[in-house]
């Protein structure tokens, strides 16, 4: 038996992802709950070598990661979702998110207080994953599941990068050789392959290669007829399965 994971979206987030076939994962220092940031920087400040550090730092900033839920259907979701009554619940199975590529699935763990994973249990990989999934206990309600997309540095550009950092330090320090000051537009272009990250704060991950993708679109329960009848046949032309206007509140009017 599948099991699925849901996301309660707008229209317009809804056709942007019909249309050009992706997922929009964005950057967690760009959430509005700015405490989730601060479970992974005091990891990242707790670390005992400062390149191992500046590495962590490096990847953090070219990670991006999406919210979804394992909750079925809740009243809790509708309405914290609710885009003036014109939400939309999609549906997709946690096997198409394992053919993604490059796509983990993190369960959030809510806690108040960073914890702290057994270095000898986990590897830092599976702790970096782990505390980009942190959230207050607050939203424990939203029982969230996070996807969550690492752009690994390619090695040699990291490394090059990382040894460009010295260069830079050299020139602004009055010790750098004539050769390294020549050489000044390559170390600029080097540089810039560690900072990319302040201009990127999304990343799309196709599923254009997968057919049947979106295994369903609910309206939201309050939704006027007319706004039920436009998304069922939008989701008609596309052939996306349409599952109708939730019933949660069996005997609500239409406006």
């Excluded at 979804?68 to 979702?81: F, G, K, N, V």
């Excluded at 993604?100 to 763990?109: A, I, M, R, S, T």
């Excluded at 000898?120 to 996807?147: C, D, G, M, P, Y």
């Amino acid at each position: 038996m599948k099991e699925y994971i849901y996301r309660y979206i707008s229209l317009a987030t809804f056709i942007n992802m019909v249309q050009t076939q992706a997922l929009n994962f964005v950057l967690p220092t760009t959430w509005e709950d700015v405490k989730e940031n601060s479970y992974l920087t005091s990891w990242i400040e707790a670390q005992d070598k400062d390149i191992r550090r500046l590495y962590i730092e490096i990847l953090a900033n070219k990670t991006f990661a999406q919210s979804w839920t394992s909750l079925e259907e809740s009243d809790a979701m509708w309405r914290i979702y609710s885009y003036d009554n014109q939400s939309l619940r999609i549906r997709i199975s946690q096997d198409s998110v394992a053919l993604l590529g490059g796509v983990y699935f993190e369960p959030v763990v809510y806690c108040d207080e960073y914890i702290e994973y057994n270095n000898t249990r986990f590897t830092k990989s599976e702790i970096f994953l782990k505390l980009i999934a942190q959230k207050r206990t607050a939203f424990s309600h939203e029982h969230e599941i996070r996807l969550i997309y690492v752009d690994v540095p390619e090695t040699n550009k990291l490394k090059e990068g990382l040894e460009s950092m010295f260069v830079a330090s050299n020139i602004l320090n009055g010790a750098a050789t004539n050769t390294e000051i020549e050489d000044y537009s390559n170390l600029i272009e080097k540089l810039n392959y560690l900072n990319i990250h302040h201009a990127k704060t999304n990343h799309l991950v196709s599923f254009s290669h997968l057919s049947d993708f979106i295994s369903g679109v609910m309206v939201n329960p309050f939704a006027p007829s007319w706004y039920v009848n436009t998304v069922k046949r939008y989701c008609e032309l596309n052939k996306i399965p349409f599952e109708g206007k939730s019933k949660l509140y069996e005997g609500e009017n239409d406006e």
